[in-house]
């Protein structure tokens, strides 16, 4: 019998994954606070033996403008809300300042480097999947741009994690033609349900279930779908929120993480935490400290149960009966 896991996937992106919602002027500290953050992240990964995904957003591949520009696809999506497109935003805010904030070849170098840690793909450009313009033929082009530039530095992408969990169902064949292995899905709960037509109602039931609610966020590998008999679909437990201001909400927050990988390493199933490294940009240390108590219980859970981990590549083939 095999004991359950802790998966990990982190959606890293840095400006391009909040592009279209604030002024970079004003998040240069959060960004340059994410990017320090990022070795301490996986110096506690190590310390603690944790795997990880990184799902990359492509662009940070590149390493400065010149290079972005270059490695433009022949084919991008036009969204019918022209806000949306990373290109139209990067061709807006070249400068050598803003650099730091959309490339990032020297951290995944670290990331490739660390044990455990497995670089997958949040598209090339952070691209949307639902939205209005966006095509097939698109979504090819920019998965194609990720995995060359990913193996120009000897990486083999084989997760995907959609950008803001904007799932296409229609696009697993495609990810599937091109190489890859898993992608993650989003909790079957119904306020997860069209991310990308978020109600009020879904996000007041989602911010409530971070708090409070029973341990139902933990599966068996044998509830793991399968597409066409190769593509695995991974569901998501947990967004592990960043730290608060109000002192009782974080304290909640980690009792219900504590609670559910209890549960799951006791059950003998996956337990899937994920969040944005920018998370940490505001508050870092406190945001640090939190992550550094979640792992200690998981080592705590490892010892006395056996609780694996595991990144989302390791976990295909991982049979818990």
């Not at 911010?207 to 399968?226: F, M, P, V, W």
Request: net charge positive; proline share 3%; hydrophobic share 35%.
């Amino acid at each position: 019998m095999k004991n359950g896991a802790l998966v990990v996937s982190l959606d890293f992106e840095l400006l391009w994954g909040v592009f279209d919602k604030v002024d970079w002027k004003q998040k240069q500290e959060y960004f340059l606070n994410t990017r320090k953050l990022i070795p301490e992240i996986l110096r506690l990964f190590e310390q603690h033996e944790v795997s990880c995904t990184w799902a990359t957003v492509g662009m940070l591949f590149n390493d400065n403008w010149d290079e972005w520009n270059y490695n433009i696809p022949k084919v991008i999506p036009e969204y019918r809300n022209k806000k949306l497109s990373a290109y139209n935003y990067g061709k807006s805010i070249q400068s050598k300042e803003t650099e730091k904030l959309c490339f990032a070849p020297d951290l995944i170098r670290k990331i490739k480097e660390t044990q455990g840690q497995e670089i997958g793909t949040h598209t090339y450009s952070h691209y949307y999947c639902r939205e209005s313009g966006q095509t097939v033929e698109s979504f090819r082009a920019d998965l194609l741009q990720s995995k060359k530039l990913a193996k120009k530095v000897e990486i083999k992408l084989n997760s995907l994690v959609f950008p803001r969990n904007q799932i296409n169902p229609e696009y697993l064949k495609l990810c599937q033609e091109i190489g890859l292995s898993s992608v993650r899905s989003n909790p079957d709960n119904w306020y997860w349900k069209n991310t990308h037509k978020d109600s009020l109602l879904q996000k007041i039931f989602r911010t409530g279930d971070a708090y409070l609610g029973t341990n139902d966020k933990s599966y068996k590998t044998s509830k793991i779908e399968t597409f066409n008999r190769g593509l695995e679909i991974q569901k998501a437990s947990r967004l592990l929120r960043p730290h608060s201001s109000r002192v009782i909400q974080n304290k909640l927050k980690i009792r219900r993480i504590f609670s559910e990988m209890e549960w799951a390493a006791k059950q003998g199933e996956i337990y899937h935490l994920w969040w944005h490294p920018h998370n940490f940009g505001k508050n870092p240390l406190e945001n640090i400290m939190e992550l550094k108590i979640i792992l200690e219980k998981f080592s705590v859970l490892n010892g006395k149960y056996g609780f694996n981990s595991k990144n989302m590549n390791s976990v295909k083939n991982y049979s818990i009966i």
